[in-house]
């Protein structure tokens, strides 16, 4: 097997890793922020801890540390994903729409003829929920234990 096919193999599977990762998270942090934003208050509760500001398109309510650093964290680990999926992708077939000599937008056809960007976008989507409900909420308490509370 040449080089390039098994780059373009390694490659595909890191991409839909990546994009499996990105929709799983980007899905849980959609629905428990909504979630989490139907059940906070309007103004700081001191007591429960509800102090972190999170602005919903102008809406403001407060969350707890721990609901403000997860959502952050969901929300930059799945934006980083995406970025990293588009640029690892093999592409083939680049068209650039251009204005004035800036580059105002691009479409490709994925060069995937072995099918792994799918075989990594399954592997990537139980990797997600495994991160959110596993090993998000510990990284979360520890980061809090430290002090470290993060927002959007």
């Not at 080089?3 to 990105?22: C, K, S, V």
Request: aromatic letters at 12%; charged letters at 10%; one cysteine or more.
């Amino acid at each position: 097997m040449p080089q390039i096919t098994r780059d373009n193999m390694r490659r595909n599977l890191i991409a839909g890793f990546a994009g499996g990762y990105f929709t799983v998270e980007f899905v849980s942090f959609l629905g428990l922020t909504r979630y989490w934003i139907s059940i906070a208050p309007k103004s700081p509760v001191l007591p429960q801890g509800m102090v972190y500001a999170h602005n919903e398109h102008g809406s403001v309510s407060y969350f707890t540390a721990f609901q403000a650093t997860a959502s952050a964290l969901m929300f930059w680990s799945g934006m980083a994903a995406v970025l990293m999926c588009i640029g690892i992708a093999p592409k083939r077939d680049i068209t650039v729409t251009r204005w004035r000599g800036v580059g105002l937008g691009a479409g490709w056809k994925n060069d995937d003829p072995h099918g792994r960007m799918t075989k990594g976008a399954a592997f990537g989507a139980t990797f997600g929920l495994a991160a959110i409900f596993l090993l998000g909420p510990i990284l979360v308490r520890w980061l809090n234990s430290l002090g470290v509370v993060l927002t959007i």
